[in-house]
């Protein structure tokens, strides 16, 4: 393996999954913040339409207050439901053990690239460090890396495009926010399709 070319190969293959950990480190983190704030929004206007409710609830009409209810019900469900699903704290975990772990990887990629450490010895060091963290990347995170490499090794980075690179990271990153935004919408839809 000490072909200067299977050299090479392992230096870039080093550096793009060195890229991925920090890539889905970021995600994480943002992809956390973003979740936790749709919660508390959430909540908070729970909290404000039951406020609503308690301090007028002898000048409600029936109809009015049933309404109120469906979006009270609609936006505590979708509270609970991201709450529930993949917390923001184990997402904010993930995005940790990501950024270590592309940090013990950039020693390694450093040592290769200026050598001053032997392809052998980097390349068990390497093993070592992957085998210590659960996977903590996705093909998402990889195109995104491939896409910002793209002008030094445009073959490996065949099939990847600003579309399911950058935009989907980014979509990812803010699902959260979308997802709020659909749930919300389907409420009202769900309200004028089935009049209370």
């Known amino acids: ?44 206007a729970g909290i404000f339409i039951s406020v609503y409710l308690l301090a007028n609830s002898t000048g409600i009409e029936e109809l009015e207050l049933k309404r109120i209810s469906v979006a009270l019900i609609g936006l505590s469900l979708l509270a609970l439901w991201m709450s529930l699903d993949t917390p923001p704290s184990d997402l904010a975990r993930r995005g940790g053990d990501a950024h270590q772990c592309g940090l013990e990887i950039g020693e390694v990629y450093r040592g290769l690239k200026y050598g001053y450490v032997d392809l052998n010895v980097s390349i068990k060091k390497y093993e070592e460090i992957l085998s210590r963290y659960e996977r903590n990347h996705d ?33 990812s990153c803010y699902s959260s926010i979308a997802l709020a935004i659909l749930w919300s919408t389907l409420v009202v839809v769900f309200q004028v399709i089935f009049p209370i």
Not at 10 to 38: G, H, L, N, P, Q
Request: proline share 3%; net charge positive; hydrophobic share 40%.
């Open 139 to 171: 093909a998402l995170d990889r195109r995104l890396a491939l896409y910002e490499d793209r002008h030094r090794h445009p073959k490996k980075a065949e099939g990847v495009s600003k579309w399911n690179s950058v935009y989907m990271y980014h979509l």
């Open 1 to 44: 393996m000490s072909d200067p070319t299977h050299t090479e190969d392992f230096i870039y293959d080093v550096r793009v999954v060195r890229r991925t950990r920090f890539a889905f480190s970021k995600r994480m983190e943002v992809k956390a913040r973003v979740k936790s704030f749709v919660v508390n929004i959430t909540t908070v």
